[in-house]
């Protein structure tokens, strides 16, 4: 069998992953005060009708992202230049994001 050598920039890449850490970052989307929500509407009538008092109900999307990081601060840098660029629109929407280790949310 044969060997060949690994090239430096590749064993220099694989070290930079190995010593990456595993994070789950979670994005929480929600329309803006004032933005129509008919989904958060309907189900509140829905509500009422079963005999539940409420207020006021919003609907929100959340996102459970498992990424690959240096460490926490640029693992949320990553979620929330994911939200700005697709998961959210800033014209309508707000989002939350919050990253903690993936093995502390097993």
Same mark, same amino acid.
């Given at each position: #069998?044969?060997?060949?050598?690994?090239?430096?920039?590749?064993?220099?890449?694989?070290?930079?992953?190995?010593? #990456?850490t595993?994070?789950?970052?979670?994005?929480?989307v929600?329309?803006?005060?004032?933005?129509l929500?008919?989904?958060?509407?309907?189900?509140?009538?829905?509500?009422?009708?079963?005999?539940?008092?409420?207020?006021?109900?919003?609907?929100?999307d959340?996102?459970?992202?498992?990424?690959?990081?240096?460490?926490?601060?640029?693992a949320?840098?990553?979620?929330d230049?994911?939200?700005?660029?697709l998961?959210a629109?800033?014209?309508?929407?707000?989002?939350?994001?919050?990253?903690?280790n993936?093995d502390?949310?097993?």
């Amino acid at each position: #069998m044969r060997y060949r050598a690994v090239p430096k920039e590749l064993l220099t890449t694989l070290a930079q992953y190995s010593t #990456m850490t595993a994070y789950t970052a979670t994005v929480t989307v929600r329309l803006k005060h004032g933005v129509l929500d008919p989904e958060a509407e309907t189900t509140k009538h829905a509500l009422e009708r079963l005999g539940f008092e409420l207020s006021a109900l919003r609907s929100t999307d959340r996102f459970e992202i498992d990424l690959e990081a240096d460490d926490v601060d640029e693992a949320a840098a990553r979620a929330d230049s994911m939200a700005e660029r697709l998961l959210a629109n800033p014209t309508i929407h707000d989002y939350e994001v919050s990253v903690q280790n993936a093995d502390e949310s097993a």
